[in-house]
């Protein structure tokens, strides 16, 4: 495995690995993370203003926020699409979750 485990930014307990990034990649790159969220853990509410935000469900539950859409729940094997400048959260982990979350355009 490459890349390393480092803390999410503004999620306390969440855990993100970079795969693809603009720095390695080029500025035209899309952004591809593995998230690990823990059972408990919560990813507040937030936008992204300049990309669609795509989340693949490789493990876990979970809730979802996402404005305009409302709460539904997420599980293995859902994917999900934000819409860029739309609100969403991810909380009431109830098993831990791993997502492979792609960012296009990239944001890192």
Do not use: C, N, Q
Not at 22 to 35: N, Q, T
Not at 42 to 53: L, N, T
Request: zero cysteines; proline letters at 6%.
């Amino acid at each position: 495995e490459e890349g390393e485990w480092v803390p999410h930014s503004t999620a306390k307990g969440v855990f993100v690995k970079p795969l693809i990034t603009k720095k390695e990649f080029g500025e035209d790159s899309p952004s591809i993370l593995l998230v690990k969220i823990p059972k408990d853990a919560v990813v507040p509410e937030h936008i992204h203003e300049e990309s669609e935000d795509i989340l693949y469900i490789l493990s876990g539950h979970a809730k979802m926020f996402v404005e305009e859409t409302g709460e539904f729940e997420i599980k293995k094997g859902m994917l999900i699409r934000v819409p860029r400048r739309m609100k969403h959260s991810i909380y009431d982990v109830t098993e831990d979750l791993l997502v492979y979350d792609v960012f296009s355009p990239g944001t890192i």
